[in-house]
């Protein structure tokens, strides 16, 4: 019998590969082997905090082949690139009947790996089998490489458009990680006049620099005093908060001008104090964004096509399944000087 591998988190920080018989697809179902899985933050989390995520999560950024197709797949053909997304909005869930197709719960399943069909396990694995809702075909004029980290780009696609950034604005980004560069360059795309890019770590300002932003700052009086010049005291007009730090959402919405937005891409894991009555009386526009819809990933994959966001400066390294462990450990450390990890699980 032909095994596969896979890689899963039995306990916090520990992480096994185990093999499985190479499983043959259900009627909707396709057979991706897979080429490239990005690492994220929701992985590292997970990697700590086995309980806190969805099996099926662990490993949610990847792109690969298809290898197989069942009885009732239309469209989607063995040999095709395909990348991770959700399928389109259902039509026939609550949201959808209401008229609400941006929110089907369908696809918000299928974003966090809670959808009846989610898979045993995530895609640091030689082969996931999913339902054929969950891929795409890679557009044409992307590397495998890009493919694999189409996903975070369109997470911040979708804050992006979301965040209803006008032309001209003056755009504070706040944490140059994977999810803040590639908004950071979403923004810049969607016409604002400057980006400001505010970061602790050297070595994440080097890239946000390396990928033509002007104005990358560290957290201080310095960043404090260009933002202030840009906008005359205002504040600015959309602040994209990427960094998930609880204790910075306050801070964050006094960066923003009255009557400004804030946008949060960043996933808190405890709550925050925040002056409710500063929000309100300023009149701050707050916008949550989590994951995407199934044409963000279109959108995504023109913005790379296009050379709009560059997503090849964000990839440092790649690596096999068997040092999958040793590099979430790294990434959890706080002091590492990745961006984006891509497994290859041939290696
Ligand atoms: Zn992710
Ligand atoms: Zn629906």
């Not at 259900?26 to 969805?54: E, K, M, N, W």
């Not at 006049?193 to 080097?206: H, I, K, Q, S, T």
């Amino acid at each position: 019998m032909t095994t596969t591998s896979y890689a899963h988190v039995t306990d916090p920080e520990h992480l096994v590969v185990d093999q499985e018989p190479l499983p043959e697809p259900g009627a909707a179902q396709v057979v991706v082997r897979i080429r490239y899985t990005g690492i994220c933050g929701t992985d590292v989390h997970g990697f700590q905090s086995p309980s806190f995520l969805p099996a099926a999560v662990f490993g949610h950024e990847w792109t690969g082949t298809v290898v197989a197709t069942g009885a009732d797949v239309r469209g989607v053909e063995v040999g095709q690139r395909v990348v991770a997304s959700v399928g389109p909005a259902c039509g026939s869930c609550a949201h959808c009947v209401a008229g609400f197709t941006d929110t089907c719960e369908l696809a918000f399943q299928e974003a966090n790996g809670i959808d009846p069909a989610a898979p045993p396990h995530g895609a640091f694995a030689e082969h996931v089998v999913v339902d054929q809702r969950r891929v795409q075909p890679v557009l044409d004029g992307l590397t495998d490489e890009q493919a694999g980290l189409v996903e975070p780009t369109a997470v911040t696609f979708h804050a992006v458009r979301r965040a209803g950034q006008r032309l001209g604005a003056v755009v504070v980004v706040q944490g140059a990680g994977p999810i803040g560069l590639l908004t950071a360059q979403h923004a810049r795309h969607a016409g604002a006049r400057v980006v400001v890019v505010v970061e602790p770590n050297p070595a994440r300002r080097a890239t946000a620099t390396a990928l033509g932003f002007a104005d990358v700052l560290e957290p201080g009086e310095a960043f404090r005093a260009r933002l202030d010049e840009l906008t005359a005291g205002r504040g600015a007009d959309v602040l994209y908060e990427c960094t998930g730090a609880p204790a910075l959402l306050q801070p964050s919405a006094e960066l923003v001008r009255r009557g400004g937005v804030l946008a949060l891409l960043g996933y808190p894991l405890t709550g925050s104090e925040v002056s409710y009555g500063d929000w309100q009386s300023r009149q701050l526009t707050v916008v949550g964004s989590l994951a995407y819809t199934h044409d963000d990933f279109v959108g995504a994959m023109g913005a790379i096509v296009s050379g709009a966001v560059d997503v090849d400066a964000l990839h440092t390294s790649t690596v096999g399944l068997g040092d999958l462990g040793r590099v979430l450990a790294e990434l959890g450390s706080g002091s590492t000087t990745e961006t984006k990890v891509l497994v290859d699980p041939a290696r």
